[in-house]
């Protein structure tokens, strides 16, 4: 190893520990039935559901890229941390409701509640395609490069430890091990977190001396229409399509709020996970603008690992690893038990109606055993990764969510809305998304190009400007697409029939005596108090971080 001390290994050696121990703790009665494999056994507490939904979002690449994106142009990626704040207020107070009433596990059956069968295939198949070939391979890239960087270790034997690690307290606990273990290490991130960005900070003078040596542009959130990357108005119209589809429709993520005990319960976890996330901001991408002033040579993606291999001492510095590691195998397991519950609950179920609860629970271990022999299986591709082959894996996502978002969203907003629509828009919308994938390579690898005579190239300048639309301007196009496409061809076909609109109408089972409505009124209440607290803060930052103070 490099640059660590025994005390270190240590502190490593501990973490590693007490994430196990915590694992089969919690794991004690997962196998009793499907229910408490792949939910949890519902009745988990709100704070443990939302430290979960924070660290299951918070993996390797947000330490890596968001620390690189300040440190390159300052605080403008943070909006995306701040955005998910309100749309954690959306997934509590408008889609938990629903997902909870109706009973169902994955949201591929939720959309087969609401629209047909084919919506839920297509669902659950690019789901499980995305999070193999994108989240799981991602995931392990990431986490083997940091472990590489910081540790010496090499790709292979990252990703292996990684693996396994995770891999085997996922396989034997279910989800409730993944929730149990994610609350630690949360709270063992964001430590960590703040440990490097109070050091950092020391170093460079306070935020005082940082603000005078560095432009003012990079304390604003707010960018003009043309910056490349975060124009305010893809901010505003694009970053909340992305992030309905990501927090209120992506399984790995909703599938922590079907483990609450009732609807209050989960819009309490949303809101508590939304003010975790305004810390991202000031623990990842903040120290990346002291890194910019104290290493001025270091390339971006490399600024993270410098300033823990720099700044940081032994036994400190073992501290700031470990919530890497935190961010690696919370998101890690997080991916393996989604897609465990979508290949059974979807796929093996469906095929075998009959079969019984221990089987399920069976059929899920093998399937979380299986995406950990595949995600093995990828460590030769990973070591031939490139970092533009990461960026491509990442921007899939980005082409296939408005799609998704358009349909759960309309749909729970419109009863006429249909199958046939539904199923258009998630088709036509993925064509077009790929289309732009496909072009976006092409322009990016040579082989299309605008200027004409350009060898081995198609010359279309049609296809260059359709690859550079700024990704969030895109999404709300394809987001418009998708939705006329839903529209349109609901109106021309049948109206939906009434079995696939009681999800309307379900009900909670639930005592009216005085008490339980008192019960209600004031978690309501106190709900209530939290969002708006939470959405007020949000506009405050976005007030002080503006052009308005940074001029």
Not at 260 to 271: L, R
């Amino acid at each position: 190893m490099q640059n660590i001390a025994g005390i270190d290994i240590v502190i490593l050696i501990g973490y590693f520990a007490v994430v196990g121990f915590i694992g089969w703790w919690s794991s004690r009665t997962s196998m009793e039935s499907s229910k408490n494999y792949f939910l949890g056994g519902e009745g988990i507490g709100w704070m443990a559901i939302g430290a979960s939904l924070f660290a299951s979002n918070i993996s390797a690449e947000h330490f890596i890229g968001l620390a690189s994106s300040g440190s390159a142009s300052g605080l403008a990626v943070g909006q995306f941390e701040w955005i998910a704040c309100f749309i954690l207020l959306i997934l509590g107070w408008f889609f938990v409701p629903f997902y909870l009433k109706t009973g169902v596990f994955t949201m591929p059956e939720f959309l087969e509640k609401r629209f047909n069968r084919g919506c839920r295939n297509y669902l659950a198949a690019i789901s499980l395609i995305a999070y193999i070939f994108t989240k799981v391979s991602v995931a392990l890239y990431a986490g083997a490069l940091v472990l590489k960087t910081i540790l010496g270790w090499d790709m292979y034997t990252g990703a292996i430890v990684l693996v396994i690690a995770t891999g085997v307290y996922t396989v034997f606990g279910g989800l409730r091990a993944v929730i149990y273990t994610d609350f630690i290490q949360a709270f063992i991130l964001i430590a960590g977190g703040i440990i490097l960005t109070f050091t950092a900070m020391t170093k460079v003078g306070g935020f005082p001396v940082l603000a005078s040596k560095l432009a003012p542009t990079y304390f604003s959130v707010w960018q003009g229409l043309h910056h490349p990357d975060f124009p305010w108005t893809g901010i505003l119209f694009g970053a909340p399509i992305l992030g309905i589809w990501y927090w209120c429709t992506d399984q790995m993520i909703v599938q922590r709020t079907l483990a609450a005990k009732d609807v209050h319960e989960g819009q309490k976890a949303t809101i508590f996970a939304g003010f975790l996330k305004i810390l991202p901001v000031f623990i990842l991408v903040l120290p990346g603008l002291a890194g910019a002033v104290l290493f001025p040579g270091v390339k971006p993606d490399e600024m993270y690992a410098t300033m823990v291999n720099q700044l940081l001492p032994p036994g400190i510095k073992g501290i700031v690893i470990a919530a890497l590691l935190a961010a690696l195998m919370s998101s890690l397991s997080s991916v393996f038990n989604s897609s465990s519950t979508l290949a059974v609950m979807d796929f093996y179920r469906e095929a075998k109606p009959d079969a019984s609860e221990k089987e399920l629970v069976f059929a899920g271990q093998v399937a979380t055993g299986i995406l950990v022999i595949g995600g093995l299986a990828w460590l030769p591709i990973i070591g031939k990764m490139s970092g533009q082959l990461y960026v491509y894996l990442q921007s899939i996502q980005a082409y296939v969510s408005p799609p998704i978002a358009c349909v759960f969203l309309i749909g729970l907003l419109w009863k006429r809305v249909n199958g046939a629509g539904a199923l258009a828009a998630l088709l036509g919308g993925f064509a077009v998304g790929a289309a732009r994938f496909l072009a976006e390579l092409g322009v990016k690898t040579g082989k299309i190009s605008a200027v004409a005579n350009t060898p081995d190239a198609i010359v279309s300048p049609e296809l260059v400007n359709f690859a550079n639309i700024n990704f969030l301007h895109f999404a709300v196009i394809l987001f418009v697409i998708s939705s006329v496409l839903l529209v349109v061809v609901s109106l021309i076909t049948p109206a939906p029939s009434k079995d696939k609109l009681e999800i309307f109408e379900a009900k909670n089972e639930e005592n009216e005596d005085m008490l339980v409505t008192r019960k209600e009124a004031t978690a309501i209440s106190v709900n209530v108090g939290l969002s708006v607290l939470l959405a007020a803060t949000i506009i405050v930052m976005w007030l002080i971080f503006s052009p308005l103070v940074f001029r």
